[in-house]
């Protein structure tokens, strides 16, 4: 495995592999590798030739008062996993050199509505982060293919929508949410949990389920259910941040045309914010059917 630091180094070893008619994938990740990381290389490996991995703390999509100097940096020990899952190149930029003009004159990529629920409404100008670092990361590995864990459902969505607005000529596939035995979706922030919040956090996709459940058996109240739902986390400790039941193709309310449903919550537990999601289909007689978790 090699490891780039600069777009120079990158590029030039991209070009070599480009010549040889090898197809790139990419997966960009902020570091803190773990099992759902690791599920993301190996998905990758699966669909192209060559998979590059970024490691990039992104400031651009940290606010005032998030973990951004606290967020975990573990370079050597990420570094051995990749090399053991067959990762041939590793982009571990700098910021100046993703931002070589600062932050505040970086120009800024957005995606609108998506953008500005959820997630966007508790943390102003994060996806304005997520999309503006993403785009430059895709402009200089220009990849065939890049994958993304389904837990963040809205980035996921996000995503999507930011490559098939600008028509960038990247396919973008989903990954299903990788888990703890007891269901709780892997994540760096995990650590950050104590003992006794470590047991209760399974609780959060323990709730979507059972809504998930209630749907499925015709229960069509959408607000009792998100209410109760939130009443039933802020009993076990946690502080909801929203518990939503929403079109999984746009993320707005669900209508009579929704095909899919996706149902999203974020929650603090201490000081450790936690998102997670579970999906629904309905299928063309208007039956509800489960999909595997997001």
Avoid at 50 to 71: K, M, R
Avoid at 269 to 287: A, E, H, K, Q
Wanted: hydrophobic content about 40%; overall charge negative.
């Amino acid at each position: 495995m090699r490891t780039c630091n600069s777009n120079a180094q990158l590029q030039t070893a991209l070009k070599r592999f480009r010549s040889e008619g090898q197809s790139i994938v990419f997966v960009p990740t902020m570091g803190n590798l773990h099992e759902g990381h690791l599920d993301l290389v190996r998905k990758a490996r699966t669909l192209c030739d060559i998979v590059v991995v970024s490691i990039f703390v992104n400031p651009l999509q940290f606010g005032a008062g998030e973990d951004l100097d606290g967020y975990p940096r573990t370079m050597a020990a990420d570094k051995e996993k990749l090399f053991a899952e067959g990762v041939q190149l590793l982009y571990a930029p700098g910021v100046e050199d993703i931002y070589p003009d600062g932050m505040s004159r970086q120009t800024i990529v957005s995606v609108p509505e998506l953008g500005d629920t959820l997630c966007g409404s508790s943390r102003p100008g994060h996806f304005d982060g997520v999309t503006t670092v993403v785009s430059k990361l895709f402009n200089i590995v220009q990849p065939d293919v890049s994958v993304f864990g389904e837990k963040d459902f809205q980035q996921l969505s996000i995503v999507r929508k930011m490559v098939k607005d600008l028509c960038m000529a990247i396919e973008i596939i989903g990954v299903k949410t990788t888990r703890d035995e007891d269901g709780l979706a892997k994540s760096s922030r995990n650590g950050y949990l104590s003992q006794t919040e470590r047991s209760i956090a399974p609780l959060l996709h323990q709730t979507l389920t059972n809504c998930r459940e209630a749907i499925a058996c015709d229960f069509d109240n959408f607000l009792q259910l998100e209410s109760h739902a939130r009443m039933k986390l802020l009993q076990a400790g946690f502080e909801p941040d929203y518990f939503a039941i929403r079109d999984a193709r746009t993320l707005r309310a669900v209508t009579e045309d929704t095909e899919e449903i996706a149902i999203l919550a974020a929650a603090s537990l201490g000081n450790t914010r936690l998102i997670d999601n579970v999906r629904l289909s309905l299928n063309p007689v208007g039956d509800w059917r489960m999909l595997a978790d997001g």
